[in-house]
């Protein structure tokens, strides 16, 4: 395994419920407190605020909590230097922006760009949207590439990316 001390990323990519956000904690906190937890989820519904208190439930104190649906890019460079970062995850930021009609390249570039300097200890999380179905309308079909251009520009600056199956990770690079 790397040294993540100094300034690393660890870009983490799997499927739904493949385990990226426990083994991405488990990483962060392997480093010495406080850790910065960006979350991207936005509560729509019932079932999604139940999905965000568990996430929230599983972090132990120590974690300090910066909710960046939109404003990504920003919050992670207001990250102290060292502190080890965890961004949660790159899949609901970019549909949060899709869905308001916002320039998705631009912005995924601006965040790979952010993301390719990086002063301490980061972890990022997304989802791997390329392994199923073509999806069957325009949407469906222009987030999946999209989520597959931003992945790949933030693999190509990562230090390290691991690719999670049913809980275990595998380094791709």
């Given at each position: 395994?790397?040294?993540?001390?100094?300034?690393?990323?660890?870009?983490?990519?799997?499927?739904?419920?493949?385990?990226?956000?426990?083994?991405?904690?488990?990483?962060?906190?392997?480093?010495?407190?406080?850790?910065?937890?960006?979350?991207?989820?936005?509560?729509?519904?019932?079932?999604?605020?139940?999905?965000?208190?568990?996430?929230?439930?599983?972090?132990?104190?120590?974690?300090?909590t910066v909710d960046a649906?939109?404003?990504l890019a920003e919050a992670?460079?207001?990250?102290?230097?060292?502190?080890?970062?965890?961004?949660?995850?790159?899949?609901?930021?970019?549909?949060?922006?899709?869905?308001?009609?916002?320039?998705?390249?631009?912005?995924?570039?601006?965040?790979?760009?952010?993301?390719?300097?990086?002063?301490?200890?980061?972890?990022?999380?997304?989802?791997?949207?390329?392994?199923?179905?073509?999806?069957?309308?325009?949407?469906?079909?222009?987030?999946?590439?999209?989520?597959?251009?931003?992945?790949?520009?933030?693999?190509?600056?990562?230090?390290?990316?691991?690719?999670?199956?049913?809980?275990?990770?595998?380094?791709?690079?």
């Open positions: 395994m790397p040294d993540t001390s100094a300034g690393s990323l660890t870009f983490l990519l799997g499927g739904a419920r493949s385990g990226k956000s426990a083994h991405a904690e488990k990483l962060a906190t392997a480093h010495p407190a406080p850790w910065t937890y960006i979350a991207t989820a936005q509560s729509w519904d019932d079932e999604m605020a139940e999905r965000i208190a568990l996430h929230r439930a599983r972090r132990t104190e120590g974690w300090s649906p939109f404003d992670v460079r207001a990250v102290p230097d060292e502190r080890p970062l965890l961004v949660d995850c790159l899949t609901l930021w970019l549909s949060n922006h899709m869905l308001a009609g916002h320039d998705v390249d631009a912005l995924s570039a601006e965040l790979a760009h952010v993301l390719s300097a990086p002063r301490g200890p980061w972890f990022v999380v997304s989802n791997e949207v390329g392994l199923g179905i073509v999806p069957d309308n325009a949407l469906g079909r222009r987030f999946r590439d999209a989520q597959g251009r931003l992945n790949q520009s933030v693999a190509a600056v990562a230090d390290r990316v691991l690719f999670m199956v049913a809980g275990l990770p595998m380094q791709v690079k």
